[in-house]
């Protein structure tokens, strides 16, 4: 079955730089949610979108930003990157928001 | 706010052991209860799931019981293998939009 793809899977960056991580949620699935690990953290949630419109707002930074496209595609937009955005974001999917979600492999972001 | 508790430190276990991992919660209205494993390395994968009061979510040998009155979902398996070595988070999602809100993890090792 389709799972879940997020590119890159791996990421490094130095401070102040910008960064753009991208989500293929599972097919036929209109939402999708943002997800920043730390190391040896819990998972924190960042934003979501539902039908191509933001849905829910967490703990993102005023540099991030984010969309959601018309093929439902979404993408993570990071600026002036900080030593701290070093962690594992996670990009889940699920059918409708109230459906479990689905978890891809996450993208690994160092910033040196 | 919504709130995940999890027992605190690792749990170290032989094979064929019985596991309990706590897991309470604090939510408003009625949330639906989730317990997700991270493998080393990978992204989380949904391990079972309980959408209302007294609901029992089962997979693979894994068992949790949506409890209201004790606000828990204890994670439970009769026998554990080395292949079962991962963390295990808790989690909710509350009634607005679907965001999970996770648990601190539970590291757990099992040993031959």
């Known amino acids: 079955a389709a799972g879940v793809i997020q590119s890159p899977r791996h990421l490094i960056k130095e401070k102040r730089e910008t960064a753009t991580l991208k989500c293929y949620p599972i097919p036929r699935h209109d939402t999708v949610y943002w997800y920043q690990q730390g190391p040896g953290q819990d998972p924190q949630f960042l934003i979501s979108?539902?039908?191509?419109?933001?849905?829910d707002k967490g703990s993102i930074p005023d540099r991030f930003s984010a969309q959601q496209f018309s093929d439902y595609h979404s993408e993570l937009n990071m600026s002036s990157l900080e030593l701290g955005d070093s962690a594992l974001y996670f990009c889940?999917?699920?059918?409708?928001?109230?459906?479990?979600?689905?978890f891809g492999p996450g993208t690994r972001l160092t910033v040196t | 706010g919504n709130s995940v508790t999890q027992m605190e430190g690792p749990v170290t276990l032989s094979e064929e052991a019985f596991l309990t991992i706590n897991c309470t919660y604090t939510?408003?209205?009625?949330?639906?209860l989730f317990w997700y494993v991270q493998y080393p390395g990978e992204g989380l994968q949904l391990l079972l799931k309980?959408?209302?009061?007294?609901d029992k979510g089962s997979n693979k040998g894994f068992e949790a019981t949506y409890r209201k009155e004790t606000t828990s979902f204890h994670l439970e398996k009769g026998s554990v293998q080395v292949s079962d070595s991962a963390v295990y988070f808790c989690?909710?999602?509350?009634?607005?939009?679907?965001?999970?809100?996770f648990g601190q993890g539970t590291i757990l090792t099992v040993h031959p």
């Open positions: 939510a408003t209205g009625y949330p639906s």
């Open positions: 889940a999917s699920s059918l409708d928001r109230r459906n479990e979600q689905y």
């Open positions: 309980a959408t209302k009061a007294d």
């Open positions: 979108f539902y039908e191509k419109m933001q849905s």
């Open positions: 989690a909710l999602s509350g009634t607005s939009y679907g965001k999970l809100t």
